[in-house]
């Protein structure tokens, strides 16, 4: 049974950087494209990044492009969100996503 865990939110002022963790466990097939979403209250969830199987090719929202750079590494299991510049409405639960697995998510709060 494949398990996605995320790590690394928590409050940070306006202007500062997270790193985010996905850690996948319980998975034994190919590597797989993987995402990162996040859901603000009252909002429904959006997509944020995704990367390609071997981390060739990445896609961003428009709203955190060039801020925000998402990466993997297979060999530990393992997909990252670097965030930078953060900004008040990037407050938000953050979910990695693979095929239509998602994990419980981790709370980023920025605070200005």
């Known amino acids: 049974q494949v398990q996605l865990t995320e790590s690394g939110g928590g409050s940070v002022e306006f202007g500062g950087s997270l790193v985010l963790s996905c850690l996948v466990s319980?998975?034994?097939?190919?590597?797989?494209?993987m995402s990162w979403y996040r859901q603000s209250p009252g909002k429904e969830r959006e997509f944020v990044a995704s990367i390609s199987t071997y981390g060739g090719s990445t896609t961003y929202a428009d709203s955190v492009k060039g801020r925000f750079a998402i990466s993997r590494d297979n060999d530990k299991n393992t997909m990252y969100l670097e965030m930078n510049s953060l900004k008040s409405e990037d407050t938000a639960v953050y979910y990695c996503?693979?095929?239509?697995?998602w994990g419980p998510g981790t709370q980023v709060t920025v605070s200005s």
């Open positions: 319980g998975f034994t097939g190919d590597y797989a494209p």
């Open positions: 996503k693979l095929f239509s697995d």
